[in-house]
């Protein structure tokens, strides 16, 4: 039994160098070869002129940098928060800063809801 569980034996038959070293060449000859039977099979595939005339796909497109154009949405909304506008001039709709209106809201109250007790909170 111990002799079977430590061999003291090792295999004596190696793989042959130069069967290695021709497949290692081949494989070499292969990834170098490969670019220039591919160029050579579709020689069209590497001209940069024929993808200036590609069509455009419909709108919404995708956006190539989102946050920037997030960014850019914000900064707009936070400025329309915080000034007084025209919302719909046609209409006679104003904006007003939003401080200001929930201020008014909190004064006023909403018409048809009831009122707060001035002393109840």
Do not use: C
Request: charged share 20%; no cysteine.
């Amino acid at each position: 039994m111990a002799a079977s569980s430590h061999p003291n034996d090792y295999e004596r038959s190696d793989a042959e160098p130069r069967l290695i070293a021709a497949i290692a060449l081949g494989i070499a000859i292969f990834l170098l070869a490969t670019p220039f039977i591919i160029h050579a099979g579709y020689p069209w595939a590497t001209r940069p002129a024929s993808i200036r005339g590609l069509p455009q796909p419909p709108a919404p497109r995708l956006e190539v940098k989102p946050g920037e154009s997030l960014g850019r949405l914000r900064a707009r909304e936070t400025a329309a928060l915080g000034q007084y506008g025209w919302a719909d001039q046609q209409h006679g709709f104003v904006r007003i800063p939003i401080d200001r209106a929930a201020a008014l809201l909190a004064e006023r109250g909403l018409p048809g809801w009831p009122r707060q007790a001035a002393g109840a909170k």
